[in-house]
């Protein structure tokens, strides 16, 4: 009886235990599990699967919203019957100062390099090479990090609000904590900015 409730306990208390983080401090929760990380990530997931110790994670990533992580291939299923203990693996590798997009499924064995965005939704069945942006069902490249880049600063000259984020000089490396701080100071200005611009009328 006593072994019966602890296995239906342990998945309550590991959710207790993760209510004590944030976005930024839950990748403590996960090393703890056997993944390896770097510094200065932003987690907004709570779960790296039933193998977290086949996760590796660079430096200043975001991994957003929704985002399965996977390491196993659950396929196997098919042929227990013949064969009891077959499995198959796979580690998942995520460079430094990469953004992985809401809802996006990275697939056993896969390694996203450095400076790269894997977009919403996406399907990664094959390895990212550095500097590289992809999206799609299956992930296909659609540009490099530089182009991605210079069209982002277009679209912010004419989106940004004046001053917005002044506190933060540009070409200076800020903490990710900085940053998220420094945007909810100026939610406010932010949203009152684009409402106007964006105002249907």
């Known amino acids: 009886m006593l072994r019966l409730l ?3 306990a342990e998945p309550v208390l590991r959710r207790v235990r993760r209510l004590r983080y944030d976005d930024f401090s839950i990748a403590e929760y996960f090393r703890s599990q056997g993944a390896r990380i770097g510094s200065d990530c932003r987690i907004l997931i709570r779960s790296f699967g039933t193998e977290p110790w086949l996760i590796e994670i660079g430096d200043h990533v975001t991994i957003s919203v929704g985002v399965t992580l996977l390491t196993h291939d659950g396929g196997s299923w098919l042929f227990t019957r013949e064969d009891p203990s077959l499995q198959h693996f796979g580690a998942l590798r995520i460079g430094n100062n990469c953004f992985i997009g809401a809802g996006a499924i990275l697939m056993p064995g896969v390694t996203i390099g450095n ?14 090479p550095d500097r ?4 799609g069902v299956p992930a296909r490249p ?19 609000p004046p001053g917005y984020m002044a506190e933060l000089a540009p070409g200076t ?25 964006f105002a249907r009328g």
């Open 132 to 135: 590289t942006i992809v999206a």
């Open 173 to 197: 490396a800020h903490s990710a904590v900085t940053i998220a701080a420094s945007k909810q100071r100026h939610s406010g200005t932010l949203r009152a900015h684009l409402g106007r611009i």
């Open 6 to 8: 602890l296995r239906f």
């Open 142 to 160: 659609l540009s490099s990090i530089e182009t991605y880049r210079g069209k982002l600063e277009a679209a912010w000259r004419q989106q940004k």
């Open 115 to 128: 400076d790269c965005v894997v977009g919403a939704g996406s399907v990664v069945t094959r390895d990212v």
